[in-house]
């Protein structure tokens, strides 16, 4: 099997690509990705000269590259995770979202049929279904409705997916995850931001009340549901992956606190995210049945693994890249 992993030097690309390699389930696994500040190829540094990896440096909306990707390495498997992602730069700048998760995924979808690939995986989000109330769980059959234009973006990918599907015959399955954490994540991101801001004594940004409920899953754990869809998931099928482990910001936000041995006086409450999403919330159990998977990894442990992670990482850091984290921490 040659799978062509797009996004893979971001953040759960990279887990994923190097979990496809451990399990020795690729002849050849092709990474193309457009290293957008996102992309870190520190991500795969372990695994540069494995001799069934290939990594490729360009944008998933090129269809001239695409197209020579799928010829040259004769690519049975597309799984797509690249993606832009982060739904408050989806805020400011919609566009270059329905670029590369829109039209990036029509692009993939285009070179999976004309050149015959036997699967198709497209990384959706739990976001596509909006946001819950206090009680129940999405199921792969809830509504769609986006609330972001990260979302939406998101939720037309997936539209786009299942009607390659229906339409043409295309294999094809959708994973759609709870929020991730775990090392390698960009310090955008509301866990590694906490990190990394508290480790320096910086204020701990919570929107609103901090009252916005997410499900956590490990991202090794999602790389291995992955890899399950991608083995033996029922072609056109929507999974959802999640981990059964919803907390709401702020109690998160303590948590890592706590952890760190730092004060809780750093949380400062802003001012609400537009359109911001209440909960979030996983029925995973098809995939656990179906696929026999199911979260591994502790949360507590995770989490003490991930801040010494960025522990680790920020003290090997250079004073250029310490600036350009504080920009982006700003
Ligand atoms: P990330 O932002 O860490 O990485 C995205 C990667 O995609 C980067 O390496 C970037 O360079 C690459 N990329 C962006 N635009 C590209 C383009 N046009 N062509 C080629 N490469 C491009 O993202 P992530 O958190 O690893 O998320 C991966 C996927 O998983 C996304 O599709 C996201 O929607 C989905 N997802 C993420 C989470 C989460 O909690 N992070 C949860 C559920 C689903």
Request: glycine share 8%; proline share 3%; aromatic share 10%.
């Amino acid at each position: 099997m040659n799978v062509l992993v797009t996004g893979g030097a971001g953040f759960i690309g990279s887990h994923f690509i190097r979990h496809l390699l451990h399990k020795q389930q690729g002849d050849m696994v092709v990474n193309l990705d457009a290293l957008t500040y996102a992309a870190d190829m520190r991500n795969l540094a372990d695994i540069e000269e494995n001799y069934h990896y290939q990594f490729i440096q360009g944008n998933i909306e090129n269809r001239e590259l695409v197209y020579h990707l799928m010829r040259t390495y004769e690519i049975d498997v597309i799984v797509n995770f690249a993606a832009e992602t982060h739904v408050d730069r989806s805020i400011t700048q919609p566009d270059v979202f329905i670029g590369t998760n829109v039209l990036g995924t029509q692009v993939l979808l285009d070179a999976a049929l004309h050149f015959g690939a036997s699967r198709f995986v497209q990384i959706s989000t739990d976001e596509v279904y909006g946001s819950l109330g206090e009680a129940g769980y999405f199921t792969e059959t809830s509504p769609l409705a986006p609330s972001s234009p990260y979302s939406s973006s998101k939720a037309g990918a997936d539209l786009l997916v299942l009607a390659y599907h229906r339409t043409f015959g295309l294999p094809v399955n959708i994973t759609r995850c709870s929020n991730n954490y775990g090392p390698h994540q960009h310090p955008e991101k509301l866990i590694p931001r906490m990190i990394t801001r508290a480790m320096q004594n910086k204020r701990l940004p919570v929107y609103g009340k901090g009252e916005n409920v997410r499900d956590w899953l490990h991202v090794k754990d999602h790389a291995e549901a992955v890899l399950r869809v991608l083995q033996q998931g029922k072609s056109g099928e929507v999974y959802n992956i999640g981990g059964h482990n919803e907390w709401n910001n702020l109690s998160l936000v303590k948590l890592l606190l706590e952890l760190l041995g730092k004060d809780e006086q750093l949380v400062e409450y802003v001012q609400d995210r537009p359109g911001h999403d209440l909960r979030y919330a996983i029925d995973a159990s098809k995939i656990q049945q179906e696929l026999d998977w199911k979260p591994t990894r502790s949360f507590q442990e995770g989490l003490i693994e991930t801040i010494e992670w960025y522990m680790e990482r920020y003290a090997k850091l250079d004073v250029g890249e310490r600036t350009q984290i504080a920009q982006v921490l700003q």
